[in-house]
């Protein structure tokens, strides 16, 4: 496509948009939407209430994610979010194309909602819908390799051989950021704290972002943690609003080794490391070398200090090559489904792929 594009990437947590040709995205915004009621006609049904995006201040608790765990639950907060997305970006009262990008376990259903949606409701000129893996794939700039994206819904992992993904090697989680960020809200605030809910999210993800680290060793950096006082290092200690200090316990620190070590947290399921060695070990013996060396780690929860060191160490812990793996770790990488889409968005070899309003229409 020679024209501008808009590039979509919507996810559980978080929807990035802007025009292809960026190596970010221009906005991101929280993927939740809220149902406030109406004053001159107000009730419980969805025909008597506002819809509107973000949190309301007014009405905290009235607020949802559309997509949960990479499936749309609510089709009409996909669409307000898609209607504002596309009026922020209109350029000269047209609007633009649209590559949006698809995730794993999208169905047929999925796939005929979006096009009516932006086809009928939005009048985009053409569309095209993007597998998000193998946007990160072609975000790095590689035809083979082994993509594992882990955000805040879900954890997927997916090897590709010369542009082709390899299907027994696919492994998706439900076991992403939102479990870490439950954890935190768990154990920094008491069960009948009165703490309004959004509160509750803001301190977790402030925490997360500001404070969390990926240990190399947990059993020496949780005994390195408790002989460090706050006063000596002011990461252990996080400031509420009224600049109360909130010290943090070396686990609310040391959360994100829940991703490598999740039955701790009474999570049963495999580490993010061992759902990788697994998707390696089930593509054919003379591809696994080629994989390992071109491990494509992606999505907010790569961006974890330490994150990348620790799954070095635990690939050459867990397969008998792993010593020789190299993980591809960029610094756009918590965007790398939005830029492969970028990229897409400008790729002859794409066009057939596109689909016309017109095409549409004649069904």
Request: aromatic fraction near 10%; hydrophobic fraction near 35%.
């Amino acid at each position: 496509m020679t024209a501008r594009t808009i590039v979509i990437d919507h996810g559980s947590g978080y929807l990035k948009s802007g025009f292809s040709g960026y190596n970010e995205p221009q906005l991101i915004v929280p993927s939740i939407v809220n149902y406030r009621p109406c004053r001159e006609n107000p009730g419980p049904s969805s025909a008597r209430r506002i819809l509107g995006l973000g949190i309301d201040i007014f009405y905290p608790d009235s607020f949802s994610y559309p997509i949960q765990r990479g499936r749309v639950l609510n089709w009409e907060g996909v669409e307000h979010m898609w209607s504002f997305i596309l009026e922020n970006h209109k350029e000269e009262h047209e609007v633009s194309p649209v590559l949006i990008t698809e995730s794993t376990l999208r169905e047929p259903v999925d796939r005929r909602k979006t096009l009516e949606i932006m086809f009928e409701s939005l009048r985009v000129p053409s569309l095209l819908l993007a597998d998000q893996l193998e946007m990160a794939l072609y975000a790095a700039g590689h035809l083979t390799g082994v993509v594992m994206d882990s955000g805040y819904g879900l954890t997927r992992v997916q090897p590709y051989h010369l542009g082709h993904p390899l299907p027994t090697g696919r492994k998706v989680l439900e076991f992403a950021g939102q479990d870490l960020s439950t954890y935190l809200r768990g154990t920094l605030f008491q069960e009948d704290s009165r703490v309004s809910t959004v509160y509750r999210l803001h301190t977790a993800d402030t925490v997360q972002q500001q404070h969390c680290y990926v240990p190399q060793n947990l059993a020496e950096e949780m005994d390195s943690l408790q002989n460090v006082s706050a006063v000596s290092d002011e990461k252990n200690t996080y400031y509420l609003p009224d600049g109360t200090p909130m010290e943090l316990t070396p686990m609310q620190r040391l959360a994100p080794e829940m991703f490598f070590s999740p039955q701790m947290f009474d999570l049963q399921m495999p580490s993010l490391s061992q759902a990788l060695v697994d998707s390696i070990k089930t593509c054919e013996d003379s591809l696994q070398l080629q994989l390992l060396s071109h491990v494509l780690p992606c999505g907010g929860n790569t961006m974890y200090p330490g994150f990348g060191n620790r799954l070095y160490q635990e690939l050459a812990r867990n397969h008998s090559s792993g010593s020789n793996a190299l993980l591809w770790l960029g610094s756009t990488r918590k965007y790398s489904v939005w830029l492969g889409g970028s990229i897409v968005a400008h790729l002859s070899t794409y066009k057939s792929a596109w689909i016309s309003k017109v095409e549409y229409d004649e069904g």
